[in-house]
């Protein structure tokens, strides 16, 4: 059974710093792309990072470039996404995402990929 499980979460101060984690169970790591979405009420669901574990491939949304870092443990089948310099606007609920081989869920997902059960970030002004 594939389970991708969110955590690291919480409440932040607009200028701080979050740490998120997925960790990830019941496929090959290496086969895959992890990444990250979010999505704000009343907002689109937007693609934020993706890392491809294999090369060590990286992708960032323009909103977030310089201010997010996505890394992965190989040995503890976990991705992370480091978020400093956080922004009111980047309040969401964060999605965990896993895609067979490239990280082509930042152009387009698709029925097939892997989603967690998701993860509120609440940033203050």
């Known amino acids: 059974e594939v389970q991708l499980v969110e955590s690291g979460g919480g409440l932040a101060q607009a200028g701080g710093s979050l740490r998120l984690s997925c960790v990830v169970s019941?496929?090959?790591?290496?086969?895959?792309?992890i990444g990250w979405f979010r999505q704000a009420p009343g907002k689109e669901r937007e693609g934020v990072s993706c890392?491809?574990?294999?090369?060590?491939?990286?992708y960032y949304a323009d909103s977030v470039k310089g201010r997010f870092t996505i890394s992965s443990d190989n040995a503890k089948n976990t991705v992370y996404l480091q978020m400093n310099s956080l922004k009111p606007e980047d309040t969401a609920v964060y999605y965990c995402?896993?895609?067979?081989?490239?990280?082509?869920?930042?152009?387009?997902?698709?029925?097939?990929?892997?989603w967690g059960q998701g993860t509120q970030v609440t940033v203050s002004s």
């Open positions: 995402v896993a895609s067979f081989g490239y990280c082509t869920m930042m152009i387009k997902t698709t029925p097939d990929d892997y």
């Open positions: 019941g496929f090959t790591f290496e086969d895959y792309a």
């Open positions: 890392i491809r574990s294999s090369d060590g491939s990286t």
